[in-house]
Structures are given as C-alpha cells and as structure tokens.
C-alpha cells in the first residue's frame, strides 16, 4: 500500500550567511581559556550540572520515543479505521448498491443505485463513489466540508491493486488521509473507484497535547532534579567539607595530635578519614621522631664537644705541665673525637639505608670475623669478662664491613649495659637455613615494653647509663638494617636482672640469593 503525503507549498526561507569557521589560532587562544573557567567551577556546581546533563539526555530520548511510538499507534488506527469502512461500504454495495435491469433485448444489466453509500453511517469517517473517468457518482454527507476530489494517481489503479492507495491531504487546514480502492465486478469489470476519508485533526490535536506534556513535565522535572542533585550534591559533598576544614584546622594549629572525627556509617567517607586520620598518626610519629633526633644528636654532639673544649682551655692556659696529666688529656680528647667520628659514621650509614645504597656482594668467613671482632672488643671489656662460645665453620655473601659492625655494635651494646664481674658471650651457629651470630650477656636486660623500641633510633634503655658509656641510641638501629639488607633478621631474649641475647641470622648460600639492596 503506497502513501503519498501531498501539502500546501512551502515558504522558502532564505537563511542569514553563515559565520567563517573559527581559525586554529583563535580556537587556541579560546580553548585553555574556556578550560580554566570550566576547572575554576566548584565540583557541586560541576556535579550539578553534569547530573542534570544527563538526565536531560534521557527526558529527550525518552520523550522522543514516547511520541513517535503513541504517534505510530495513533496513524495505525487511523489506517485500522478506513480498511474497516471500506470493507463496511463494499459490504453495503453488494447487497444493495448495485440493481439489475432487462434490456428491450432481453439481457440483464447493472446499474449503480446513487443512495446506496448513505446507508454508511460512521460519523468520524467519509466516503465517496467515483466512476471510472474519475467523476463523482455519490458520497456520504458528512464529508461535505471536505469535499476531495480523486487524486489522478487514482486513476492508474487496476482490478489487481487491492490494497488500494493511501495518502494524506491537507483541506481548509485539515490534514485528511484517504484510503482509495477500486471496486471491481466478479467478472473482473471495473467499476469505479472507493475512496473513504478521515480528518486527522483529532489525532494532530492528541499529539500536540502529548508534546505539551512531555515539554512541559520534562522542563517541571528538570527543575526538580537540577534542585535535588544541587541538595544531595551539597549533602554527599558535606563530610568531605567538613574533613577539610578540619585538615586545615589541623595545619594551621600545627596540631598533628588532633584527629578527624569518623562518620558513623561504613561508606568510603568513612575509609577516606581513616586513611586520613592513619596519615596524621603516620606525620605525627615521624614529627616526633625528628624531634626527638634532632634532640638527641645535639645533645650527643654537644657533650664531647664540651669536653673537647674544656680540654683545649686546658692546654691554652699552660697550666698542663704535668707530662702524665697532659697525656690524659690528650687521651681524652682523642676518645671524644673518635666518639664523634663514630657517631656521624652511624648517622651516615643510617642515611644510607633510606637511600637503598647497594651493599658489596663477597664471600664472608664468619668464624674469621668472630674472632676479629673478639680481639677488638677485648680492650673494651675492662671488668666484663668477655668469652667465645659455639664456632661453627659458615661461610654466607654479603657485606663484611658492614657484618663486622652490626656484630661490633651488638658486642659494644652489650659490655655497656653488663656490670662489672659479668660475662658477655660471642657464638656462631647454624640454624637450619640460616647462620645464626649472637651475643649473650648478663646484664640488666630489657622489660617487655621497652623490647618493642629497642631497635628505634636513639632509643636507650637507660639513657643515663647509656650516656655515660657513650651509647648514642643507634647501634641497634644499624644492626636490624644490616640484617635487613642482608636477606636475614635480628631478634632478641631478655629477662630483667638476668641478661639479654641478640642474635643475627643470615641465610646460607644454598637457601637464599645473596643480598643486594
């Protein structure tokens, strides 16, 4: 079935001269400065309006689809309605549009009664008879004020197109679409041409006011959500202001002991303020401990500094005539500079560590090292005793510089911290995979609270011995890097008035690669 839409001739609108395009150098120029403004938007407003973006998009198509499907539904009932008056009125012209006359001849012929078609009653639909020149033979009364005539189109319809031709005209304003059928005999003779019409203006009028309504109710509920995603934009977004404000509450009072209050709910405002409170726990542990650093190592190097002084007047006022006396002095300040040597020499090593410098890489005979490291500590002992124990025959790869003074440093530690008459104990082991350096002692020992911190830098046990002995709190700080860098671990057993053991273990060379960090 073919549809032809005929209207009233158009109104050519002849259109203003388009703008030149835009030049690359102008779209440069233009471009970061429409980027900043649109970054310089607050993230609500942004939010906003990206919300409301969408949800437009969506009214749009939804609405589109809405009219075109109700219009599809509305043109297809319209085409129900005229396939149903055209079977109505070949149904009347059967039964009794056409008569029968006898000729003088005696032959039967048909004519056309004219009335016929006034029998059709359906107010909403018109219909009109017209012969085989095209002329018109009857129609029904209420399409008087759409008075058609037969397309010439019409006129090319044979016995054979029995769908007809529809197609869609426009009378005093009116959009009219007709169904036009040719009306054939049984003999296949032509009759005449059946062309039932209906105004559409109802239908115009349903899809206007659908229009209206989508319009209407789209432009109402995008006033509505641009106003709910503007509140719940402003509500989502109000912990994050709040934890923002009190973050740069926080920086400004220099006040890393505060912390952000967690919402109750279990959402990812709440993980973002514990990450964030977890953060100030980190920056105010490391504040403290750069403190405390800073603290200490003035202290540290203040005191053979005073030292070093006080002996320098010493020698500049001449009153040092002594030969024994003047070597005591220079003993003095021969052990306070060493002192001083060591201390910046542990404070760069653990400078080092931080910048993940590369240790060497060679064979080690820890047995020789043992015992190397025994004979230097032998001048250290005084009234310790100091003895060695279990020597095994390990060979491990790794640094030997730095394994001499991780084991130095926990000899060292140990003779500070045992009394006089006490013994300090050196041992190398296997143990299972690993070779296992320790050193035992009876010393004080070390509480189960302060095991914890024993390993943190410029930590003491008892700063007042410590200082007295020269400890500087970083030697067990060098020992755990050592055995760190090394692939192995340090660990320690101490029992208060009884004595500690640390203990270093390295991996053998047939259980791990060699360290190399």
């Not at 019409?154 to 040719?182: C, F, W």
């Not at 002692?441 to 930590?459: L, P, V």
């Not at 273990?505 to 060699?514: E, I, K, N």
Request: proline share 5%; charged share 20%.
């Amino acid at each position: 079935m073919a549809d032809i839409n005929e209207t009233l001739p158009q109104t050519t609108i002849t259109s203003a001269p388009a703008q030149p395009p835009a030049t690359p150098a102008a779209c440069r120029l233009w471009w970061p400065r429409l980027r900043r403004e649109v970054i310089a938007v607050p993230f609500r407003v942004r939010l906003t309006l990206l919300y409301t973006s969408l949800f437009s998009l969506a009214l749009l198509v939804i609405g589109i689809g809405v009219h075109f499907a109700v219009a599809q539904a509305l043109y297809a009932g319209v085409q129900r309605d005229l396939t149903s008056a055209t079977q109505q009125v070949r149904a009347i012209l059967n039964a009794v549009g056409l008569q029968s006359i006898r000729t003088p001849s005696g032959e039967l012929q048909l004519y056309l009664d004219r009335d016929f078609i006034q029998l059709f009653t359906n107010r909403n639909i018109g219909a009109q008879f017209f012969r085989i020149d095209g002329t018109l033979a009857s129609s029904t009364p209420n399409l008087e004020p759409y008075m058609l005539p037969l397309p010439a189109e019409a006129l090319q319809l044979t016995p054979a197109d029995t769908n007809g031709l529809s197609l869609v005209r426009e009378i005093n304003g009116v959009p009219v679409k007709s169904l036009i059928t040719p009306v054939v005999l049984r003999d296949g003779q032509l009759l005449g041409f059946l062309q039932v019409s209906r105004p559409l203006d109802d239908v115009v009028d349903t899809l206007t006011l659908l229009q209206q309504i989508l319009i209407g109710g789209g432009l109402v509920a995008l006033i509505i959500n641009g106003l709910g995603a503007m509140y719940l934009s402003k509500r989502a977004l109000r912990p994050i202001e709040q934890i923002t404000l009190t973050a740069q509450s926080i920086v400004r009072a220099e006040d890393l002991g505060r912390r952000i209050p967690e919402p109750a709910q279990r959402d990812e405002i709440h993980q973002l303020t514990v990450t964030i409170n977890e953060l100030l726990s980190r920056l105010e542990q490391l504040f403290s401990t750069q403190q405390r650093f800073v603290a200490d190592v003035s202290h540290e190097l203040r005191t053979p500094l005073t030292a070093m002084q006080g002996n320098l007047e010493v020698l500049d006022r001449g009153t040092c005539t002594d030969p024994g006396l003047l070597k005591e002095v220079i003993g003095d300040m021969r052990r306070e500079t060493a002192r001083l040597i060591r201390m910046v020499n542990d404070l760069l090593l653990l400078a080092q560590s931080e910048t993940h410098v590369a240790l060497r890489c060679e064979p080690v005979e820890l047995d020789t090292l043992l015992l190397e490291v025994f004979r230097e500590l032998r001048p250290l002992a005084g009234q310790v005793r100091l003895r060695i124990g279990a020597e095994d025959q390990i060979l491990v790869y790794g640094d030997r510089d730095r394994i001499k003074q991780a084991l130095l440093n926990l000899g060292v530690n140990a003779l500070q911290y045992t009394p006089p008459g006490g013994l300090v104990i050196l041992s190398l082991e296997r143990y299972e995979q690993f070779a296992c350096l320790s050193v035992a002692d009876t010393g004080i020992g070390i509480s189960e609270a302060e095991r914890a911190h024993i390993f943190d830098r410029f930590y003491r046990v008892d700063r007042s011995r410590s200082r007295h002995s020269g400890g500087a709190g970083l030697g067990l700080s060098i020992v755990k890097w050592v055995a760190e860098a090394h692939r192995g671990y340090v660990t320690v057993a101490s029992e208060v008035g009884r004595g500690s053991t640390f203990a270093i273990y390295l991996p053998l060379p047939a259980s791990a690669a060699p360290a190399a960090e």
